[in-house]
């Protein structure tokens, strides 16, 4: 398998946890999204990604991109350790939570949207910051409701083991934290992060233990 990713970008990390928790071997192919104007914006790269987004994975076929999806991808051929529980309700209630993080939380912050803001309306990097702090604070105030009040939280988003739920969370709480968001008032969502931080699937996963880490 290929991967190729940014150390920093959320949606990388999230399939760096998937793979390393199926304990499935990748090679690493960085695609820098601040260097050389952008590499994610280099011909080559966009033949095998138009949107010019990472992350791209490939496994002997045509690329397959968004993390969601690729994740999905993974539990299908490659079904242990489970990412999703063995009943419909429960999925169903996994896949929400990925999608409340990678749907709706996580592209109003994304690079792109940030760099826009700034070129477009003259916004300065303390008001981009502000704006990604405003955005994850009201996502994260109803996630941490939802979870608190969850009949299916164990010690993880959903149950005792990692599901897709966390491998979604993980990389969005470490974005939060390194635009200096307050997560004081989320008590589940960092006990749970916490949690999954001490297994070596994501702390293996964490942007500083990558190759082109900064």
């Known amino acids: 398998m290929q991967l190729y990713n940014y150390f920093r970008s ?11 928790l199926k304990g499935l071997a990748y090679d690493y192919l960085s695609v820098h999204l601040t260097r050389d104007g952008g590499q994610q914006f280099a011909p080559a790269y966009r033949d095998i990604a138009p949107e010019a987004l990472v992350p791209v994975l490939v496994d002997g076929g ?8 690729i994740i999905e991808y993974l539990e299908e051929t490659h079904p242990s350790p489970p990412l999703l529980p063995a009943d419909p309700v429960g999925r169903a209630d996994v896949r929400a939570i ?11 912050g994304n690079l792109r949207v940030l760099k826009h803001l700034a070129a477009a309306y003259g916004l300065k990097k303390d008001d981009t910051d502000a704006w990604y702090r405003h955005w994850v604070g009201a996502g994260f105030s109803a996630l941490e409701a939802r979870l ?6 164990g010690k993880f988003c959903h ?3 990692p599901t897709l739920a966390d491998v979604a969370l993980v990389p969005q709480v470490f974005n939060a934290k390194r635009f200096g968001a307050d997560l004081s ?24 233990k990558q190759i082109d880490a900064e």
């Open 98 to 108: 990925a999608m409340d993080i990678a749907c709706d939380i996580h592209p109003i």
């Open 62 to 69: 045509p690329p397959l991109h968004q993390s969601l999806a």
């Open 159 to 161: 149950g005792d083991t």
């Open 148 to 153: 608190a009040a969850s009949p299916w939280r």
């Open 185 to 208: 008032a989320y008590p589940t969502i960092n006990a749970i992060a916490a949690r999954c931080e001490e297994l070596a699937a994501f702390a293996d996963a964490a942007p500083a």
């Open 10 to 20: 959320s949606a990388s990390y999230r399939v760096r946890i998937a793979l390393n």
